[in-house]
């Protein structure tokens, strides 16, 4: 073998190659785990830390080593040795006693605000009967790929990669399944390729059913947020679902009232069509965080349906939604159970 292939500078420079636009396209580049070596018949031999990367992304970046190290004069082989370090990902669910109070355009939108504070985050869309978080995030059209066998999340353009039934099912396609097949359903989202993302942020289907025991038991939630109205009805409801994580001994942390007072865009006069204060008293008696209110602002209604949480702006109607990550993030920082 010529003298220069005892070098590594040669195999170094081609490994910059291949790594360092992985790095300029805001992924995690993959680091040398030891320095490349050569064998004396001629076999490369790199060892490559990949913590981070898809499984798609190791497929690729292992081809392109190959590539480029094979093409180096007296190579005769190329061999790629990759490990990973396990996440210690956590679950923050967010769920509801009843249909209807708006949880999905809070879970998207908490997400997207606590990814703009610098979280990497994932967004799980479990309600698997309705699935919204295709549309809330503009993603209807993105189809998720799998990687041997998990799935890869869909990317979004709000910074928070994303996996929904909705995804996975034709449109307007009924999903009429039984509980067993919900929770393999939910474990599958769960269990997917989330690469850099250390925090996955669950949005629940409705009520305290199937998919709500299966994520307790099999993928134990860090903490709870719970979404509801001002009126009695729904905050009946919200107590339920308060009472079913407390009994699980998964911390709740905090009520949000949502569609807390209109204000008429004529004459600004502010009304509560819902009531008025009902969940922060709620959360007060039942000793919970109260962590903000969120209007009932058309704006909100309209970017939504665009597929444009109001929380990727900058624009008045993403203060409410900023405030609430800011006291999720507060808490996650304070949190024994979910040091990020």
Known sequence: MRAFMTS?????????????????????????????????????????????????????????????????????AVRVAMTAEKRNRKILAIGSGKGGVGKSTVAANVAVALARMGRRIGLVDADIYGPSQPRLMGAEEAKPTASGQKLDPVPTRFGVPMLSMGQLVQPGQAIAWRGPMAANALGQ????????????????????????LTMIQKHRPAGAII?????DLALMDATRAIDLFNSANVPVVGLIENMAGYACPHCGEISDPFGAGGAEAAAGTMSVPFLGRIPLEIAIRTASDGGRPPAS????????????????????????????
């Open 313 to 340: 702006t900058d624009d008045a109607e993403a203060e409410p939604f900023k405030a609430i990550a800011a006291k999720v993030a507060e808490w996650l920082n304070r949190s024994p159970l979910d040091r990020l």
């Open 8 to 76: 590594s500078d040669i195999f170094s420079a081609a490994l910059d190659a291949v790594i360092d636009p992985i790095s300029s396209l805001g992924l995690i580049a993959a680091r040398r785990a030891a320095p490349p070596r050569v064998s004396d018949d001629g076999t490369a031999s790199v060892i490559l830390d990949v913590t981070g990367l898809s499984g798609d992304a190791r497929v690729k970046l292992e081809a392109a080593i190959k590539q480029a190290l094979g093409a180096i004069e007296g190579v005769t």
């Open 227 to 231: 979404v509801s109205t001002p009126q």
């Open 189 to 212: 989202l769960i269990d997917a390729e989330w690469g850099e993302a250390e925090l996955l942020i669950l949005d629940l289907p409705p009520g305290t059913g199937d998919v709500q």
